[in-house]
């Protein structure tokens, strides 16, 4: 139920002040009163005044269609900027008006007593013809409390007196179409007409005589107006031109309406220029509500304040969210009609309850009163609501239109067409993670130019260093007790040296490569042979077993990045590589044996202890579709935007190095030299100024530390959704979008509720790829989810795609609706 606030203004004006001001809020049988003041305010009715003749001067201007004449004003220069100026001071001046302390008792009450969802009835009570014209609706607490409405009423009002009378089922319209010179209100009449449940009468530019006749003889339900009109004597009188040559004003048919408020009359709405005037005629009647246009009115802001409005009050709408729906919806039409949404103004008699359409319809006999409601006069309503002939698009078609979006929005990303951008969008999520700390376990041995350059030694191929300096490296890190060593450092052949001379190695050097190679805890690298890439591939030293080895082939998106990494893949049968395992998996599986924890391998997965690491499956795996070979098992490269421990081989042959820098640690070794050509893309890359790529041992200890991090310290594995939760997720969102276009009435609503989504939409998977998504959140859409420590690649960009989609499409099928149903009106 409605709340209704009454605030009299007495004893005053704009210029002296008012000294008592109360305010009046019934809730359920329950009155609270509240009493203030308000200050003089002279340069309001100053601003008021010169904003008045800007807005009439800028509409002559534009040469906007009025229903009253514009009358030439002093002012004939006028730019916008002045008038935009001039709008602004006078909200400023309203609201410090308002905001004065000796009225802020008042305000401060209310808000205490009101919630920001109640639906609010305002009525300002004053005998000010100027306080009337005010804008009250640019009040702040109008934007505070979205479902609150502005009326005005005289000082003196009394609750009218309605002679019961029988249902007809149908609502009973009056509709007089006065002088229309200059002016187009034949649309007036269409949407009238448009309306069902009703009988309308049309007084096309009736003599006086007529229009009496029809007041006296019938019951009428609604008395509406379209045509010229005016307020005249400063705002307190109004007159309607009924034709080409007669004008009226309010008490020249006063006892005609009288009767007709007796015999039911409800709603009087003018639908024409400066109607302050008739309104406060009107109220002496007690007549329970009026609706007018404060100002002179374009005749398209008057067209389509009436189709919104019907569109909403008779659609099953109370009467006053449907004035303020109609009132702000003229927002959009302000670019072309300054100050629009200003225009209509209900006025109200404050012992009345706002009648419903489903009541019009109904015969009410008795005006229900504020206080108590007169159960005696009603008489019972149809359940069938009336409605205008521009139904609303119904919820079905609405979810229907998103799941088509949907299945083409997927059958899209299939064909690959979101592949690069979601690449690059998951690139820029990872960046805007916080950094994280060093990983402690492992350790970088990097073979840098300088190493390089000031080695004596002669080697061939690709080598970086020679077989006698890698033995000496290898025995002075194995006299740290490091826990594990990874080489990546192919050596696929003997140093020529050693060839040459035809002895056998232990004669040359006293350390063996040989020997240092078949300790328990190094681990060697290979590259398997590809047929069509690679056909040669590269074997791994002799002397080091199968089981001990480990495959260093790199997957490169088609960007040149690597986002992947391979923990398994079969070897093809002629394949010097035949180690089925990746050297980061080798590496993490000797470094977690000391942990006593076992790898289990499948061939959808890799699971050490209770962390499964799931391949990504061909075909339909986050952003990679159909056009990406995702054989062996594949998983995405959690990567730390850190740097790792490192030390230069030239450290540790000179003994540079602290024991427990190494001790028990994971030991990788692996060229850094600009001559070596082992440098990789990354998603940071391009982050960096310049470009930057990476040496390969790097990515290889990204990779090693993902392993090791998720299995020990509970580090997210990033993975993608099921292809049956990727058509939910982005058929959520579809969904949401277009259920907000369907239920925004504004334009620009559904404009920024489009925004919105898309903007909350990529809070939450930047946030989910993080890993640290609220299980409330996962709430929205699809329900709760079990990813709460999972980091998971969620489809951003084909469900943005989406979101714009099925918003575009629902208001296309919302437009055409209108149009159609528009269309059948005037024919």
């Excluded at 420590?789 to 943005?800: D, N």
Aim: charged share 20%; glycine share 6%.
């Amino acid at each position: 139920m409605s709340k209704l606030v009454v605030f009299s203004l007495l004893g005053g004006n704009l210029n002296q002040g008012f000294p008592v001001v109360t305010a009046q809020l019934w809730h359920n049988d329950q009155l609270f009163k509240i009493t203030g003041s308000l200050p003089a305010v002279p340069e309001l009715s100053e601003v008021y005044r010169r904003w008045k003749l800007l807005y009439e001067a800028v509409h002559q201007r534009l040469g906007s269609n009025q229903r009253i004449k514009v009358h030439s004003q002093d002012i004939t220069n006028i730019s916008m900027n002045d008038f935009d100026e001039v709008c602004q001071q006078l909200q400023a001046h309203i609201n410090a008006w308002l905001k004065s302390e000796s009225f802020q008792n008042i305000e401060r009450q209310l808000r205490t007593l009101l919630s920001r969802d109640d639906e609010i009835r305002v009525i300002i009570e004053t005998n000010i013809a100027l306080v009337h014209r005010l804008p009250w609706h640019l009040w702040n607490f109008f934007e505070d409390y979205p479902k609150a409405e502005l009326a005005l009423s005289n000082h003196e009002y009394a609750s009218p007196q309605v002679v019961r009378k029988s249902s007809t089922g149908q609502v009973k319209i009056l509709a007089i179409l006065g002088n229309s010179f200059g002016i187009d209100i034949d649309q007036d009449s269409y949407l009238l007409q448009g309306l069902t449940d009703t009988q309308t009468r049309f007084l096309v530019e009736p003599t006086r005589r007529e229009l009496n006749e029809k007041l006296w003889n019938q019951n009428w339900d609604i008395l509406f107006f379209a045509g010229h009109s005016a307020s005249i004597a400063d705002g307190e009188r109004g007159e309607i031109y009924i034709n080409q040559s007669e004008s009226l004003t309010i008490s020249q048919l006063k006892n005609a309406l009288k009767t007709a408020i007796t015999r039911g009359l409800k709603l009087a709405i003018f639908n024409s220029c400066d109607g302050i005037g008739l309104a406060r005629d009107l109220a002496d009647l007690n007549i329970p509500q009026i609706i007018v246009m404060r100002e002179g009115v374009p005749d398209l802001v008057a067209q389509e304040f009436l189709k919104n409005f019907i569109v909403a009050f008779a659609g099953g709408k109370p009467f006053y969210p449907a004035v303020r729906e109609a009132r702000e919806r003229l927002q959009g039409l302000e670019n072309d009609f300054p100050c629009a949404s200003w225009l209509p103004v209900i006025c109200q008699n404050p012992t009345t309850v706002p009648i419903t359409w489903q009541e019009l319809r109904g015969g009410w006999g008795d005006i229900e009163t504020r206080g108590e409601v007169s159960t005696k006069s009603r008489i019972s309503t149809p359940k069938t609501k009336s409605r205008i002939s521009t139904p609303k698009t119904k919820l079905w078609i609405v979810l229907l239109s998103t799941v088509i979006v949907t299945l083409s929005t997927i059958g899209l990303r299939y064909l690959g067409l979101f592949e690069k951008l979601e690449l690059q969008i998951f690139d820029q999520m990872l960046l805007l993670r916080p950094k994280e700390e060093l990983d402690p376990r492992l350790l970088v041995v990097e073979i840098t130019e300088k190493d390089i350059q000031s080695r004596p030694e002669t080697i061939q191929g690709p080598k970086s260093i020679s077989d006698s300096t890698l033995a000496q490296l290898l025995n002075k890190l194995q006299k740290y007790q490091p826990r594990v060593i990874g080489l990546d450092i192919y050596r696929d052949f003997a140093d020529p040296l050693r060839l040459l001379s035809g002895q056998a190695p232990n004669k040359l050097k006293p350390i063996q490569l040989a020997t240092e190679l078949s300790k328990e805890n190094v681990v060697v690298v290979c590259k398997g042979r590809d047929s069509k890439y690679d056909p040669q591939g590269v074997k791994p030293p002799r002397e080091v077993p199968e089981e001990r080895q480990g495959f260093t082939d790199a997957i490169q998106d088609p960007d040149g990045i690597v986002r992947r990494q391979i923990l398994m893949m079969r070897q093809e049968p002629s394949s010097s590589c035949a180690t089925p395992h990746s050297l980061s998996l080798q590496l993490a599986a000797g470094y977690l044996s000391y942990e006593n924890i076992k790898p289990d391998f499948n061939e959808d997965y890799v699971q050490f202890g209770s962390k499964v690491f799931k391949r990504l499956k061909s075909g339909r795996s986050g952003g990679y579709q159909q056009k990406v070979g995702l054989g062996g098992i594949q998983i995405l490269v959690n990567y730390r935007d850190v740097d790792y421990q490192r030390i230069s081989l030239e450290d540790v042959l000179s003994d540079k190095v602290n024991p427990e820098l190494l001790k028990d640690k994971l030991v990788l070794i692996g060229v850094t030299a600009n001559t070596i050509s082992d440098t990789w893309s990354t998603p940071y890359s391009a982050a960096q100024q310049p470009y930057e790529q990476i040496p390969g041992v790097f990515i290889q200890a990204q990779m090693v530390s993902q392993i090791l991090s998720a299995v020990l310290d509970e580090r997210p594995i990033l993975g993608v959704l099921p292809f049956w939760g990727d058509i939910l997720w982005i058929w959520g969102w579809s969904s949401v979008s277009g259920l907000i276009v369907w239920r925004f009435r504004s334009l620009s609503n559904k404009g920024w509720g489009m925004f919105a989504i898309v903007v909350v939409l990529c809070g939450v998977c930047a946030i989910a790829l993080s890993g640290a998504l609220p299980i409330a959140v996962w709430a929205v859409p699809l329900g709760a989810m079990a990813l709460l420590k999972q980091g998971v690649w969620l489809p951003f960009i084909p469900s943005a795609f989406a979101v714009v989609a099925s918003g575009v499409v629902v208001l296309f099928v919302q437009r055409r609706r209108e149009f159609s149903s528009t269309h059948s009106l005037r024919e």
